[in-house]
């Protein structure tokens, strides 16, 4: 099974509204990277959380990482019509510096 | 200006030809990456360069062949191409190791008939 797992699959949110994306990873990592995807694009770097931090903020977003459940989670708040994309996250382990494993992704779509 | 731009965006071809897609980035950055992203969407690295030098490749059939003629271009190269290569080929680069931030060509949207 992959390393890093998004939940849900698929959200559908009206604009305005909270969305709140979950990561689960099964090894240790470095750090975990969260990514845009609009349709037909190239991914997008968001934010990126070490281990040894606890949450973080940009813009919009805030990240979360628990290293003892091995989970985090992206919230975007008052959401826009702008952020319908897909989101993954990406762990960077601590045994390979060498590539991130992505998650397969949540679907966003925020309903003007 | 394109950080990290990929040619052709779009590659349609018969099954059993040889294609070939090319990324160049103007980013400064030491390492660059080949990922498929299949129809579900999941995003598989195949190959990373830093330096021009080979450092991963993931059990990629030897069908496809990256080259690195220089820092800023990672070019990859499909032989005998089959219906499942059928994806989207994503160029990515960064600066160091992946515990940094990417950044991601368009995509390359490759379809075998």
């Known amino acids: 099974s992959q390393q890093g797992e998004e939940d849900p699959q698929a959200l559908s949110i009206q604009e305005g509204e909270n969305a709140t994306m979950n990561c689960s990873y099964k090894?240790?990592?470095?750090?975990l990277q969260w990514y845009r995807q609009n349709s037909g694009r190239g991914l997008v770097h968001l934010i990126l959380i070490r281990s040894n931090e606890r949450e973080k903020h940009s813009g919009r977003l805030r990240v979360t990482l628990d290293t003892s459940k091995k989970s985090s989670s992206l919230l975007i708040t008052a959401s826009r019509a702008a952020d319908t994309a897909s989101y993954f996250c990406?762990?960077?382990?601590?045994?390979?510096?060498?590539?991130?494993?992505f998650g397969p992704g949540t679907s966003l779509s925020v309903i003007p | 200006d394109t950080a990290v731009s990929q040619t052709p965006k779009y590659l349609v071809t018969q099954m059993g030809n040889d294609k070939s897609i090319k990324c160049e980035q103007n980013l400064g950055h030491d390492t660059m990456y080949w990922y498929k992203q299949d129809s579900k969407k999941f995003l598989k690295i195949m190959f990373s360069y830093n330096n021009k030098e080979l450092i991963i490749n993931e059990t990629v059939p030897n069908r496809f062949s990256p080259k690195s003629p220089d820092k800023a271009h990672l070019n990859l190269h499909i032989n005998s191409l089959e219906l499942g290569d059928s994806a989207v080929y994503f160029c990515a680069s960064t600066t160091g190791n992946s515990y940094n931030e990417q950044f991601f060509g368009p995509g390359t949207r490759l379809t075998v008939l």
């Open positions: 090894t240790s990592i470095n750090n």
């Open positions: 990406a762990t960077a382990l601590k045994t390979s510096y060498d590539k991130v494993i």
